[in-house]
């Protein structure tokens, strides 16, 4: 096969939604104490693969943190650099354990709880109010998950009351109290459980058992707040789960969530590196997964007639090798440049799919699985982190339109779903792109994701019935995929940027990721 690109710019697919470059903070390892509170000194247990901080035995000094004591160097990256629009908390698998009542009021009073989801305990001392308030400097739209194990809907129904509730009611009251403010915290995002078909989630449930007590709940929830979106737990999106749980709740809710992690280490445990085509080549599979959730939902909405539209929150995704994260280390996990390009292609397909992915969060947004580590005084930037840097830039403020692949394909093993016979080998060539318009200025960005391990591709891309007067490139690539960034090398894998005359082609290295910012006629 020829490689060639064609891009038409008229064949819109959606605008694309800013919640696509969303993220996840839950109760486990570092990422609420160290990432977003600091921590004080830790001995956290480092792998060698994952070396300690040199300020490892430090104090966070104050003046590096906010007046409510979060830690200001993580809100500016959020809030300014990533530009993260909303965030999942507080799991996650921990949820399925978390009583909220917990998390409230004075600090010094609040419970100490084993922590079942992760183990260890839970101080509380990052409940509701912290997190609205962190959302709120942040300038971040919460969304709640729900306890669907542990929990109770009366308790439920109390959260949302204690968030929401604007009436002269107890826990309206209780949260005025707590806040020293009268209006309330207006979570519009809520989530009816995490993994609940999942077997290591307290509160494992059946579909059916599940679907019947999601719909009560969801029926309740409506009551005390009609504004409210509400999504239901899915799997994978193309499980038997997602089927039952959207026939029987396809008229109560606004969004389903999937959940998928790519980047599988070595199938064999002493083999050292992990394998190139089944992390690059991986989040094919959960294009597959939307695709067939798209029409799960539609078969629902129809044997239901519903009209509304019901969308899909892709709440946990990511690139995440479980032989290096591990529950000891706290999900810590130091992603090599290969993953940068899994990470690409990610999110080249929410912006394939952004007519019906809603929400994408990436699992998760500091220290744990994350495009950042946190030490008490500083942080550094993952390899992961540039394509998503580059994608919340560029490619957020417009509509994806429609791009036509020729290219070369994989030849080795990706994820089990991906193998199958309606889809056939991944693409070496993995392309999405967005139309923008400033002040009458028109820009494609077209974001390619060359995933050949050893292949450069000259490309001719055609941009139908558009003239591009000229290119801005920013490409990611070091020769070595399994290069890392780290604490001392913090730029081994960074982004370079240059203007470029625009011949109508392109040369996409091996194993790089390039987004071309086209200026149009
Ligand atoms: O993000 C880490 C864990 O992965 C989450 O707690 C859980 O929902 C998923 O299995």
């Not at 509170?37 to 590096?64: I, M, V």
């Not at 939307?290 to 892709?314: M, Q, T, Y």
């Not at 000229?470 to 240059?498: F, I, M, P, Y």
Request: negative net charge.
């Amino acid at each position: 096969v020829q490689p060639a690109i064609d891009v038409f710019p008229s064949a819109t697919i959606s605008p694309v939604s800013p919640y696509l470059f969303s993220g996840f903070l839950e109760h486990l390892g570092r990422c609420i104490y160290g990432g977003i509170l600091p921590a004080g000194p830790t001995n956290f247990p480092h792998t060698p693969r994952n070396p300690c901080p040199k300020d490892q035995f430090t104090e966070t000094p104050k003046e590096l943190l906010t007046k409510d004591g979060f830690r200001k160097d993580v809100i500016e990256l959020l809030r300014d650099e990533l530009r993260v629009p909303l965030v999942r908390w507080p799991g996650g698998n921990y949820v399925s354990s978390y009583h909220w009542e917990d998390g409230v009021g004075p600090k010094d009073q609040r419970k100490r709880r084993p922590e079942l989801a992760w183990g260890g305990e839970e101080s509380n001392q990052f409940g509701t109010d912290e997190f609205i308030a962190w959302c709120r400097e942040t300038k971040i739209e919460p969304y709640i998950i729900l306890n669907m194990g542990t929990g109770t809907l009366e308790e439920a129904l109390r959260w949302i009351e204690y968030c929401n509730g604007t009436g002269d009611t107890y826990h309206a009251n209780l949260r005025r109290r707590n806040t020293g403010r009268d209006e309330p915290h207006n979570v519009k995002y809520w989530g009816l459980g995490n993994e609940v078909w999942g077997e290591w989630q307290v509160g494992q449930q059946t579909a059916e058992a599940y679907a019947e007590k999601a719909r009560q709940w969801a029926h309740a929830i409506r009551l005390i707040d009609p504004t409210i979106k509400l999504v239901v737990c899915g799997q994978t999106g193309l499980d038997q789960w997602d089927s039952v749980v959207l026939d029987v709740l396809a008229d109560k809710i606004d969004l389903t969530s999937l959940h998928l992690y790519t980047g599988f280490g070595p199938r064999d445990r002493t083999q050292k590196e992990k394998e190139y085509g089944r992390g690059v080549y991986g989040p094919d599979a959960a294009e597959y997964s939307i695709e067939i959730c798209r029409g799960l939902i539609n078969k629902a909405r129809v044997a239901k007639n519903v009209s509304k539209p019901i969308k899909i929150a892709f709440d946990e995704y990511g690139v995440w090798d479980e032989t290096v994260g591990t529950p000891e280390n706290g999900l810590e996990q130091y992603y090599n440049f290969a993953d940068a390009l899994a990470m690409a292609s990610w999110l080249n397909v929410f912006v394939r799919q952004s007519d019906v992915v809603d929400i994408a969060c990436i699992a998760q947004s500091v220290n744990v699985i994350s495009p950042l580590i946190t030490s008490a005084t500083g942080y550094f930037k993952q390899t992961i982190y540039h394509p998503l840097h580059l994608f919340s830039k560029y490619m957020r403020d417009g509509v994806a339109v429609k791009v036509q692949v020729d290219s070369p394909a994989f030849a080795g093993e990706t994820l089990p779903q991906w193998i199958s016979p309606i889809k056939g080998q991944p693409k070496d060539l993995d392309v999405s792109a967005v139309l923008s318009s400033t002040d009458g200025k028109k820009t494609l960005s077209v974001a390619v994701v060359n995933r050949s391990e050893s292949k450069s591709y000259d490309v001719p891309l055609r941009i139908a019935f558009e003239t591009v007067t000229d290119v801005e490139v920013h490409e990611l690539w070091h020769e070595n995929v399994q290069a890392r960034n780290g604490w001392g090398k913090e730029e081994e894998v960074s982004v370079k940027t240059r203007k470029a005359k625009w011949e109508g082609k392109w040369t996409f290295r091996e194993h790089s990721f390039t987004l071309l910012i086209l200026h149009l006629a």
